[in-house]
């Protein structure tokens, strides 16, 4: 467990993440990192096969395209004009969980001097820090961001490999849990009935 010295509050929590980033880099410099908020559900055996090449600067996930920045000075996701004037943010990973390559963490803190920082974390450093980087974002199938009812087939395997149980209780996470492991490959007629009735 990394302890880091700042007071513990939501507006800190781009401060929280720079530190353990800091330290990966500094102590595992060739790792892939794969960032999990604690209410994340995942199959890790299906994590290895999708790592591609370290050398890229990749990041796998969710990602959130043409978001307005919330401008309300009271929100916890206030991101102020003189910080970011642009209308849209840039393509960012949803940040319960995506999926890092050692070059994009590297690329990433190079750049994190010269970001003004915001409070939307998965924004700040998958977005605006990644995209002065050079970071490329892969929609990546199967990480997603909100609890899955049913998962497309392909070749006859499953394609969910993570999703969050947001505000989850630990007894709904191991629920969620033993759902993600037993979840039934639907056909591709099945599946999209299923998206197109109930948002799945």
């Known amino acids: 467990m990394l302890q880091v010295d700042v007071q513990e509050s939501y507006a800190n929590l781009v401060y929280k993440i720079l530190a353990a980033y800091r330290w990966i880099q500094e102590n595992h410099p060739e790792k892939f990192v794969l960032k999990m908020d604690s209410d994340v559900v995942a199959l ?107 998962q497309p087939c392909v070749k006859n395997k499953g394609t969910v490999i993570a999703y969050p149980v947001h505000r989850a209780s630990p007894t709904r996470l191991a629920e969620a849990w033993d759902h993600l492991r037993t979840l039934r490959c639907r056909w591709p007629v099945e599946h999209f009935l299923l998206t197109f009735l109930f948002d799945d």
């Not at 990041?59 to 206030?78: F, G, I």
């Not at 003189?82 to 390559?101: A, D, F, I, N, T």
């Not at 980087?133 to 997603?144: C, L, Q």
Request: proline residues 9%.
């Open 44 to 150: 890790l055996d299906k994590v290895e096969p999708i790592l591609g090449n370290p050398h890229n600067k990749t990041l796998q996930c969710y990602s959130h395209t043409k978001a307005v920045p919330d401008r309300e000075a009271s929100s916890p996701w206030y991101v102020p004009l003189s910080v970011y004037p642009e209308y849209y943010l840039p393509e960012y990973c949803s940040g319960p969980v995506y999926l890092m390559s050692p070059a994009a963490l590297s690329a990433i803190l190079q750049v994190a001097p010269e970001g003004k920082v915001f409070e939307v974390e998965d924004a700040f450093f998958t977005g605006l820090l990644a995209s002065k980087a050079g970071v490329r974002i892969e929609k990546r199938r199967g990480i997603w961001h909100r609890e899955k009812l049913s």
